[in-house]
């Protein structure tokens, strides 16, 4: 699944690391808010990180 509605920042960088080949992704919910979202990304080339939005 892409997609983890309950999953920390934390969680998804060692979910990605444990598990992950180079650019595996995956969604979860933001802590910024309601309708936010943080995509996670892993890649060999550069330290994973998550890159957060946010719907109307």
Do not use: I
Request: net charge positive; with cysteine.
């Amino acid at each position: 699944l892409w997609y983890h509605y309950d999953l920390s920042r934390h969680a998804a960088e060692a979910l990605l690391l444990s598990n992950g080949k180079d650019g595996s992704y995956l969604l979860r919910n933001s802590n910024e808010g309601p309708g936010c979202f943080a995509l996670s990304v892993r890649s060999v080339t550069s330290r994973g990180g998550s890159a957060p939005w946010c719907t109307s």
